[in-house]
């Protein structure tokens, strides 16, 4: 018996990714300028300073501008001028400023499952970015809750399953990324709806988890969510049944 | 009747305003090397940057970093070199990871307090930062939740109130901040006590809020909190009880 939907927020209901990308490529046409971008792997090495920052910055558009800040320090041997480092800091603000497109048909999908089920958001990132975003979405009023935590995985579950008072067996989340939003849940025992985002950041392809696990419907577009989540139902209720 | 005592985190139960000090000091220091200290106010300048950040950046650590680097590269009229930006950088990360020094006999005071009522940890900031300042502190099992909020005003409390199913009336607030900690609870009908801090970043004093109020006890030391606590039961429970 599904008692409870989550919903990712990057990606799954509004446009996130595709932002961070122009201020990467960004970042790499003002690299450029001091090094030879055939040589310097650029992205592989912002990437590397955002993982290694992670355990102090948590994720979000002021850590990756703070590591951009770095890496492009460290990669020109402190030749950047402090202009283009203030243009740095400029494109993080672009970032945390952009407007909040919603994915097509995320307002009716939503609107659906929010009919049948309680439904929550449950998004990752800097708290004060989100909240902005959940803001301008204008789509936090079908929300029962709206949880910002600074990590998605197993413990972070648990945890808001205890406070939303619902078994494992009996939720579902639905996002972007198998990592963050999939996997945990399914270890834990829950339920999936996967639904690919066209840009996925590097960090969070990484995952052994395999989409084709039963307790799994991936999607292709908003509009077959509240169908992917009766399916799961269905199944939800044939397995409370089934004596174990 | 008191049902919820709330604690603020920050210069309330750990040191915290000192570490931000000591980085505008070194901010001073670096900045000295290109500029006339006499003349160039830069406290005042990096507080109007933070301040004209707020709206974008929210509160803690990481914008503070991005506001010290604006405003040094602004000041410098773009002539700070790398290097001494990346020192700026890296004293973001030492206010990060700065260790979690509980304010004298904190913990005693908040374990009394724990005994007669239900606590709630409420602290204003960066989600990241302020989980792991949680940890690190040892008071979690302590507290029957933990709020990170990104805003202490009167609507956030409003929110949180409804969420913890408790009126205003029963409601004690104890922090160093008037503005953010004890003027929106009163505000609301509920009760304060106010601790105050050796420092406080200005921002936080802008109020016009007076600590006299009959609904707000100050003391000068967490030993004095459990006392407080009591004597605002006692008026609650007289309020409680005076028709109106």
Redesign the interface.
Known sequence: MIGLVGFDGDDTLWHSEGYYQVVHDEFERILGKYLDLADARVHDRLLATEKG?LR????GA??M??SM??T???L?G??????D??RL?EL??QV??HPVELLPGIRAAVAAVAREFRIVLITKG????Q?AKVKRSGLADLFHRIE???EKDESTYRRLMAEFEIEASSFVMVGNSLRSDIAPVVQLGGWGVYMPYALTWAHERETEFAADDHRVETVEQASQIPGAISRIAARALDASRTPT
């Not at 102090?56 to 994720?59: A, I, R």
């Not at 800097?126 to 970015?129: G, N, Q």
């Open positions: 920052n102090l910055f948590g994720y002021k850590g501008t703070l800040i770095e492009a320090i460290e020109t402190e030749r950047i001028g402090a202009g480092l203030h800091v993080g603000k945390l400023a800097d708290l004060f970015h909240e910002i935590v600074s």
